[in-house]
T-cell receptor, first 113, second 116 residues
Framework: KAGVTQTPRYLIKTRGQQVTLSCSPI?????VSWYQQTPGQGLQFLFE???????NKGNFPGRFSGRQFSNSRSEMNVSTLELGDSALYLC????????????FGEGSRLTVL | AQSVTQLGSHVSVSEGALVLLRCNYS??????LFWYVQYPNQGLQLLLK??????LVKGINGFEAEFKKSETSFHLTKPSAHMSDAAEYFC??????????????FGAGTRLAVHP
């Protein structure tokens, strides 16, 4: 079974731009979560989608948004990028909505200049 | 609110020595607890999990952890370290109190170094 696939793996943007990151979950997994990882704040939960519905949201500003498609693929978008948005963005899929067991992709490393 | 504290941001052991990574949690409901490992430039991989039942949990790569409710701890151990164990380890608790089973709250991580 293929793992969680995230694209792009690396990207560089400038302040004020927007970015869209993509995540393809493991086949059959309907839950997709997003996490931000930075050296200062560590791993922080962004949001979770299950069957195209956002189930949970972390404490991030409205510039951070996401969606899930009918095939369970997910995208997250960050608008009006700030320097502090530089981070590794990790996507994780789960077979169910109540297992807590997450399978992570390798991440998309965003650098904002 | 749920929280996780990992004692020691860096741990260094000799190859063949015992590995002990400490994790304490706070949870208002019976916790679901996890240990994940992250190798450089990679995502996180689940080592083991505790939900209910047996308090000693065995995971992959020879790791195990024991849930101790009285101590609110979930320490990770491995009897004999291998060079390939060098990585960053994260303890996490599921935010079940708010219904977010798949919303994990992570500790700050412990970087494990293994030297010959």
């Amino acid at each position: 079974k293929a793992g969680v696939t995230q694209t792009p793996r690396y990207l560089i943007k400038t302040r004020g731009q927007q970015v869209t990151l993509s995540c393809s979950p493991i086949s059959g997994h309907r839950s997709v979560s997003w996490y931000q990882q930075t050296p200062g704040q560590g791993l922080q939960f962004l949001f979770e989608y299950f069957s195209e519905t956002q189930r949970n949201k972390g404490n991030f500003p409205g510039r951070f948004s996401g969606r899930q498609f009918s095939n369970s693929r997910s995208e997250m978008n960050v608008s009006t990028l700030e320097l502090g948005d530089s981070a590794l963005y990790l996507c994780a899929s789960s077979p169910g909505q109540d297992t807590g067991e997450l399978f992570f992709g390798e991440g998309s490393r965003l650098t904002v200049l | 609110a749920q929280s996780v504290t990992q004692l020691g941001s860096h741990v260094s052991v000799s190859e063949g020595a015992l590995v002990l990574l400490r994790c304490n949690y706070s949870s208002s409901v019976p916790p679901y607890l996890f240990w994940y490992v992250q190798y450089p430039n990679q995502g996180l991989q689940l080592l083991l999990k505790y939900t209910t039942g047996a308090t000693l949990v065995k995971g992959i790569n020879g790791f195990e952890a024991e849930f101790k409710k009285s101590e609110t701890s979930f320490h990770l151990t491995k009897p004999s370290a291998h060079m390939s164990d060098a990585a960053e380890y994260f303890c996490a608790v599921s935010d079940r109190a708010s219904g977010g089973y798949n919303k994990l709250i992570f500790g700050a991580g412990t970087r494990l170094a293994v030297h010959p």
